[in-house]
């Protein structure tokens, strides 16, 4: 008996103590979530309902300053912003370029980080280590800053079509054009999927890439069945970060791209700007977080199943 009260004595007390670790855990939780509720979460539900044709209340002011707003006509609004926005002839070329530098520029920037990091995980030495460096440099570099460089640098009057004028070769012009947005997503987003991707390639045991060596598995068939499937939830994280970072991006499209069709990041500005319609840039910014929100599903299950490979689930 008078071995086992020291124990229950012990569980007593640290009892009161876990408690009240969850307690504090739960009021340090509480500001962050705070935060986003009153500078996120409100804002997108006041936005929601102005789209929607809600034109009163905290949307009053803008309603009024805007034009072509639709007030609601039923208890649950109206889908009219709507309608003007799918039946503007600019959109479809907005959606469509947007979605097709999203998928072109992630596919360009996982298959760049897949061959530095499986460089660097295979083969190793002083020359992979310098070219992972060279690649994290533009995640030093401010997004206006590389998209000013890149312009400069391919523009009509730029470095390349000076240079190479001398010699008479007609370098083409980039500048204003997709493929420019392209380059320069690549670029930016680069450094990021080199980490996510390095670092998933790294954690692989030696092991495992030598007995697949011993049993006669080439170089191709190590990387498509033991280092990609291994690090597959790293890279499908990196591929939705840059996907959804690509998706809503305006800086570089605003340098670098053209003005019709652009992305529509830059046509959300220019119809709550220049065009004063407000209520229809609303309805682009919830069209591009319906598209980010289908990405985030692949985010979500790479999550779960990162989960479940290490016990957690």
Not at 115 to 126: F, K, S
Not at 218 to 230: A, D, E
Not at 249 to 260: E, H, M, V, W
Request: with cysteine; charged share 10%.
């Amino acid at each position: 008996m008078s071995a086992s009260t020291p124990e229950v004595r012990t569980e007593r007390l640290e009892a009161p103590s876990a408690s009240r670790r969850s307690i504090l855990g739960f009021f340090m939780a509480v500001p962050p979530i705070m935060l986003v509720v009153c500078f996120v979460g409100i804002p997108i539900i006041i936005a929601l309902t102005f789209s929607f044709g809600y034109t009163t209340g905290p949307n009053r002011v803008v309603s009024i300053i805007g034009q072509q707003i639709h007030k609601k006509d039923h208890w649950w609004g109206t889908f009219a912003a709507y309608k003007d926005v799918f039946k503007d002839s600019r959109f479809p070329g907005d959606f469509r370029t947007t979605l097709g530098v999203t998928f072109l520029s992630t596919a360009f920037t996982l298959l760049m980080a897949l061959g530095i990091g499986l460089y660097q995980r295979i083969m190793g030495g002083r020359i992979a280590s310098i070219m992972t460096t060279l690649c994290l440099v533009p995640l030093f570099v401010p997004v206006v800053i590389s998209s000013w460089a890149i312009h400069t640098f391919y523009a009509g009057d730029g470095y390349m079509r000076s240079v190479l004028s001398h010699v008479g070769i007609n370098f083409p012009t980039v500048t204003s054009t997709v493929s420019a947005i392209v380059i320069g997503s690549v670029w930016t987003s680069l450094p990021f999927a080199i980490l996510m991707v390095t670092s998933g390639l790294q954690s692989i045991p030696d092991a495992l890439i030598e007995t697949a060596q011993d049993a006669g598995a080439g170089f191709f068939r190590i990387v498509r069945t033991v280092l990609i499937p291994l690090a597959i939830t790293p890279i499908v994280i990196a591929g939705t970060f840059t996907a959804i970072g690509i998706m809503g991006s305006f800086t570089i499209p605003l340098f670098l791209g053209p003005n019709q069709p652009t992305m529509l990041g830059v046509e959300i500005s220019n119809f709550f700007g220049a065009y004063n319609r407000p209520q229809q840039s609303i309805v682009m910014a919830f069209i591009v977080f319906a598209s980010a929100s289908g990405i985030a599903l692949i985010y979500i299950w790479a999550n779960i199943r990162s989960a479940k490979q290490s016990g957690r689930v």
